[in-house]
């Protein structure tokens, strides 16, 4: 028997489990996935404490095929890539320039089964590395790291991809806001928190409590609308969150997950 979630999902379940009377590790689980958002080697062992079976990272993405493209062999360290179906290449994200073994930069692959609809060098966005060492357990494939970060803005939120583009236009849509935003990932538990600070529009400011928590359920449907993630919005005051002048940075990440 073997579950697949993400990390912090599969803790919450334990969790749940262990308030109603069930251990985890009764439930005969002898192996674990994890996917889809950022974990850290701390994380893994308190999974696997909780079920009692050994977790392995797994990497996919809808894109290609969804997951299957590099799983973790019982040596846990780093993820084989299939190299039989996908050529893997790191490159510099910035220069597009191909990296040698073991540099660390933006996952590039081919898929050299598709036919009609083939996928040539797609550019992952994740960020990691490659080794061609034969690994402990005696298979030669590339071998890639977990993912360290992304090279574009992309935030997983409870294993959803999130842009910060679909929550402006989310909350531009609403309306009675100003397009100056801050959105703010937090752990505070097991689960992921977000929090979306929105510069109320003039009028509404000086509204009242009642107005701004009506403009606040609307923003935060609007954004549950476009991402299918429940966030808390909360308003302030015009003029109060930073400006940038380059390119700005719209997401604090205070989960710590890399
Ligand atoms: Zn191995």
Not at 33 to 57: C, D, H, M
Not at 160 to 177: H, T, Y
Request: proline share 5%.
């Amino acid at each position: 028997t073997g579950v697949i979630f993400t990390p912090s999902y599969g803790i919450h379940l334990a969790e749940v489990a262990l308030e109603d009377g069930i251990d985890p590790k009764e439930l005969g689980i002898k192996a674990i996935g994890f996917g889809a958002e950022g974990w850290t080697e701390e994380i893994r062992q308190k999974v696997e404490s909780l079920y009692g079976a050994k977790a392995y990272n797994i990497y996919g993405l809808t894109e290609l095929m969804g997951p299957g493209v590099g799983i973790e062999c019982g040596a846990q360290k780093g993820l084989h890539i299939a190299e039989d179906i996908f050529y893997p290449e790191i490159i510099n994200p910035n220069t597009q320039q191909v990296l040698g073994e073991n540099q660390p930069g933006e996952l590039v692959l081919t898929n050299l089964e598709r036919e009609g609809m083939p996928v040539i060098r797609f550019r992952t966005k994740d960020l990691t590395k490659i080794t061609y060492e034969k690994c402990e357990c005696g298979r030669t494939h590339a071998r890639m790291s977990r993912i360290t970060g992304r090279s574009d803005d992309m935030i997983k939120v409870k294993g959803v991809a999130i842009f910060p583009s679909q929550i402006e236009k989310a909350l531009l849509r609403a309306g009675d806001v100003e397009p100056h935003y801050l959105i703010i990932v937090t752990r505070p538990g097991t689960l992921d928190e977000i929090e979306v600070k929105v510069e109320a529009s003039q009028d509404i400011f000086f509204d009242g409590v009642k107005e701004m928590m009506a403009v606040q359920n609307k923003i935060a449907k609007s954004i549950e609308n476009e991402t299918g993630i429940r966030v808390k919005v909360t308003l302030v005051e015009p003029r109060t969150l930073p400006r940038f002048e380059g390119k700005a940075k719209r997401v604090i990440d205070e989960r710590n997950l890399h």
